[in-house]
């Protein structure tokens, strides 16, 4: 049965989507600017409650599905299951805490510097790495995602859609193509070109900003579901006048972007007002929160420069969290390929460390970058019955089994793993791996396919499926089944190709 829901198709910008105020985080990819140019937020005229556009909640689920393949895609999802995780987790804390929200929530990361989240069709929910680093306490972060939470849950896309007369699909293209444009301009300048990119991005940002009543909307209900959850209500107000204090010292025309913004100085004033009329809550960061701001500093810039950093903190004692700091020494010595001292390093943050699955995964890094992958599988096989779901070991356990010359199992552990997961790329292709270890060519490239196509590389994942009914180690049931998929992938394929797509996944 359909049910009127607003259409939440619209590339929502948080705080400020604008260049990256701090230079904190330089990442491999080079620093984001391109959104220095991007257009002033327009004005939308006010279309109230005639936007409510017929859309079933599984319609909506496929557009933000097909937009975070286009994501993917493109190198703009953060394949990183600490992260992910992380995040998935605070936001469903901060989702259960109101009664409002009618769809499934699905958090990501984004490895962009800049400083963004944004709520896509279906309760997708994506968190630029740059705003993870620049937030300094869990309340900001957590008031981030509230806000985003709250675009979502009180239908503020809908009037956004109906200014879209295209059909959704052209309309999730120019999003995720917007998305990329807003990214750094030569990560994704490989797959969209760059005069494409920007007219769409122009075009789309003109129509996807919030309105001013919006924005307020969702400062003030995300204020009422940070309260509930638990947190630092002052967190909002703490975190918009960092980001204020921030542009003043950049050059360029990020002011004018904050001068149109719906971000002003009165709503970071009414963000302060509602914290005061709250009585102040100390509320101490998680050991997760640390160790993932950890996880994401030690990617930034180069290896040996993120080793120098953590060792420099932990020599003058700059940290919030020692264990924190601890483990992102650990991992920026495997990132520079220091095993024997990040083995010892390792050692040091045990005897300081609570039980934690990061901690567990890591170790099982150490051993298996340090040539020990039976070691390794010992220490998941402990540790996965103690964080079952945690994603970094259900993936680690099958790749240390590949490792440690027992292919057949971790084959059998990532079937497992994708009854519970279905449709998880990075399980399909270690089962891939596995299947590739014991020369099992049709399971191989069947799961190397499953792979691309979460990817939302059709072609690739066509090529693969393709390989697979030639492999020739197939039975007849296994034959068509691999059939059946590849028709679904080609008129998947064809889909797309008509309403635009594909350009960006070659
Ligand atoms: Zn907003």
Known sequence: MRRTVSATLALVLAFTPAVAPVAR????????????????????????DSAQVALSPAQERKIGETALKQLRAAGAYLNDPEV???????????????NDARADFHF??????????FAMPGGFIGVNTGLILLTQTESELASVLAHEITHVTQNH????????KNSLLMSLAALAVAILAARSGSSSSDMVPAAIASAQALQVQNQLNFTRENEYEADRIGFQRLDAAGFDTGGAAALMERLQKA?????????????????????????QARAQSKSYRQVADSLDFQMVRALLRSYAGRSDEAVAWFDNGLAERKYNSEVAARYGLVASLLRDKQFARAKKELAALETIAPPHPMIEAIAAHVLMD????????????????????????????????????????ASAFAEAQLQRFPQNGPLHEIAAKAYAAQGRSLKQHQHLGEYYAWMGNLRLAIDQLELAIKAGDANFYESSVV?????????????????????STG
């Open 84 to 98: 992910n995780d992380y995040l998935n987790e605070l936001g469903q804390r901060l989702v259960a805490a109101r």
């Open 108 to 117: 990501f990361g984004v490895p962009d510097p800049s400083i963004n989240a």
């Open 483 to 503: 059939e059946t998929r590849l028709r679904a992938l080609r008129l998947e394929q064809a889909e797309q190709q008509k309403e635009g797509f594909g350009r």
């Open 247 to 271: 542009s003043r010292f950049t050059d360029g025309n990020v002011p004018t972007y904050l001068r149109t913004h719906p971000i002003t100085y009165e709503r970071i004033a009414e963000a």
């Open 157 to 164: 896309m809908a009037r956004m859609l109906e200014n879209q």
């Open 370 to 409: 340090s040539g020990e992958a039976a070691a390794a599988v010992t220490r998941l096989e402990a540790a996965l019955p103690r964080y079952p779901n945690k994603l970094q070991l259900v993936y680690d356990y099958p790749d240390a089994l590949i490792k440690a010359g027992r292919p057949a199992q």
């Open 25 to 48: 985080a330089q990442y491999a990819t080079p620093a984001a600017s391109a959104r220095a140019s991007a257009p002033a937020a327009s004005t939308l005229p006010d279309l109230g």
